[in-house]
């Protein structure tokens, strides 16, 4: 648990204004990676077309590690990094096997939703888990204030798959 609270306690550092459930649906795609998300891939790749072409380009990594062998690659830095949408959601659709077990995520997030860290951390987390569990740990979007503070537009993707979207850069 010490590793879990270690990597919530950094991200919540570069993302203060996370919610229970920001921190739920990271611990979500750490686990399960994204294919709850690719059921059409001919779909897939229009979304991510559509999310790239309504973002503003910018500066910056083109991933962000999530753990479990799993990123976040950022459909904002996409030009900065010289990686096409087109790159971008054939890493998603090929990052979508189904990884992760359910039945250990719902015991780790039971075990979490106990430790007194995560409530100093997190004021309301233990409550949020409890019922998110008690629901068999469904996919989650993030918060209204998740998304109007930070803006998120990315893809996760399996880590490993990275390297060959910069060539090596």
């Known amino acids: 648990m010490d590793e879990i609270i270690a990597f919530i306690a ?5 993302y203060p204004l996370s919610e229970p459930r920001d921190i739920v649906k990271l611990l979500y795609q750490r686990e399960f990676g994204p294919a709850h998300a690719v059921a059409d ?29 799993f990123a976040r690659l950022d459909l904002k830095t996409l030009d900065h990094n010289g990686v096409t949408p087109e790159q971008a959601a054939e890493a998603f659709i090929n990052s979508a096997a189904p990884a992760g077990d359910k039945a250990a995520f719902a015991e780790m997030l039971r075990a979490l939703a106990s430790d ?7 004021p309301g987390s233990g409550d949020f888990i409890a019922a998110y569990t008690e629901l068999g740990c469904p996919a989650l979007h993030h918060s209204e204030t998740y998304r109007t503070a930070y803006s998120p537009a990315y893809r996760v993707v399996r880590a490993e798959l990275l390297t060959a979207l910069t060539n090596g850069k």
């Open 41 to 69: 891939p001919e779909a897939a790749v229009e979304f991510v077309r559509r999310e790239y072409a309504s973002v503003r380009q910018e500066e910056g990594p083109l991933s962000e590690s999530i753990g479990g062998g």
């Open 116 to 122: 007194p860290r995560m409530e100093g951390m997190l």
């Open 10 to 14: 950094d991200y919540l550092e570069k």
